[in-house]
């Protein structure tokens, strides 16, 4: 990608409209519960911020469907940044318009403006030309360190481009595009790569693409069962793809025909429903009655798996092996996050998808212990799978 960062800009003076994620989780009170998606935002606004500069912040929360909803507003980030930031926070309690315009021109230099959330306007999703303008007014300069938007040609991260000569990636989206290309551009071997979640479908691409890449693919959570069945194996009450059991089918074929060391669960633990306090088995994979569903992998798998991912160089993780909310079925997804934090102890390079794989790394206190974590879903399964991201094209000189 042949895009500018901000390290080759300096804001002395000028005003930077910054797109950020700061679609956070809130509690019924109204405060936030997870604050990852901010503080991944810090660098990028404080260099702004200590050029001189002035930090224009707009993000989306939520989907209030163009229409203003109080429980979506971007104030208790306001509150949030206000009480975190050494330097003066305004808040224009709408992102275009006067409102917005009159705090824009009279922002001091050092100073961060949030605006309200762009989702309140339809034009955002529309990527509409006069929204995306009414935006570019507000600033001198445009910068876009929303990661995990980028996959999305709207108008705050795509649109607004158009009336930009100086358009920036910020600090995080260019780490990500380090490691989710760069790193995985050409893998140290051995390449490992653990795929686990819920369904195969929305992974097919990026299990086309590891295929020429990688050296073992570790197969885990419900998808696994798709692929059990397209064997042949009874996965009695088991999540199951019906409709894409002929689509796994030809993945094996493959895995066959290339060599490829391709593994699924040997083992589970199985129970009649996915519920806290509920009766558990360990049970062979093909020894599950048709009253019960696999929902973790089981300990001769997670030492298996184990075992591969300590041997490897590069290591990429997206999706659990269970139901890792529910304590009875956790013990596999944590198995893995610490068999990566031993393997980056050990030198190995380890990336790990957005998403839930990135929630357990933080239920299991282990996010600083990886190479990285993505803060995008959606982006980096798009970006790993090959596919271009708008939002990372429009920056492009």
């Known amino acids: 990608m042949s895009y500018k960062t901000v390290d080759d800009f300096d804001f002395k003076g000028k005003k930077a409209l910054v797109r950020v994620d700061f679609n956070v989780p809130l509690d019924q009170r109204r405060n936030i519960t997870d604050d990852y998606r901010v503080q991944s935002a810090m660098p990028t606004i404080n260099k702004i911020i200590n050029d001189g500069g002035m930090a224009i912040l707009m993000s989306h929360l ?19 940044l206000k009480k975190n930031m050494d330097c003066p926070v305004e808040f224009a309690d709408d992102c275009v318009g006067t409102i917005a315009e009159n705090f824009a021109e009279t922002l001091e230099p050092g100073s961060v403006l949030l605006l309200e ?74 390449y490992v790569a653990i795929m686990g979640g819920a369904k195969i479908s929305g992974k097919i691409d990026l299990i086309d693409t590891l295929f020429d890449s990688v050296d073992t693919l ?23 793809e019906e409709d894409k059991l002929d689509l796994a089918k030809d993945i094996l074929e493959r895995v066959e025909k290339e060599d490829l060391d391709f593994i699924l669960p040997t083992d589970c633990i199985a129970a009649s429903h996915p519920e806290e306090g509920v009766p558990t088995s360990i049970l062979a994979i093909d020894h599950i009655n048709k009253n019960e569903m696999g929902l973790d992998i089981g300990p001769d798998t997670i030492d298996l798996f184990k075992e591969k991912i300590l041997n490897a160089k590069t290591i990429l993780w997206n999706g659990p092996m269970g139901v890792f909310e529910v304590p009875e079925f956790a013990e596999g997804t944590e198995a893995v996050a610490k068999a990566l934090a031993e393997a980056t102890q050990n030198g190995a390079t380890t990336v790990v998808g957005g998403g839930d794989s990135a929630s357990a790394l933080k239920e299991f206190g282990l996010m600083d212990k990886v190479s990285h974590v993505s803060t995008g879903g959606g982006a980096s399964l798009e970006l790993l799978s090959g596919e271009e991201l708008p939002g990372i094209k429009a920056l492009e000189n």
């Open 218 to 240: 570790l197969i885990g959570g419900g998808m696994a069962y798709t692929f059990l069945k397209a064997q042949g194996v009874e996965i009695g009450g088991s999540l199951l």
């Open 62 to 80: 939520g989907r209030p469907s163009g229409q203003v909803q109080p429980e979506y507003s971007l104030e208790p980030v306001y509150q949030y």
């Open 117 to 190: 959330n762009l989702r309140f306007h339809l034009e955002e999703k529309g990527n509409d030309p006069e929204f995306s303008k009414q935006l570019s007014q507000l600033a001198d300069v445009y910068v876009n360190d929303a990661f995990g938007t980028a996959h999305r040609a709207h108008a705050s991260t795509v649109g607004v481009t158009e009336y930009f000569d100086t358009k920036l990636a910020g600090y995080l989206i260019d780490k990500e595009m380090k490691f989710l290309v760069d790193a995985l551009k050409e893998p140290e071997s051995p």
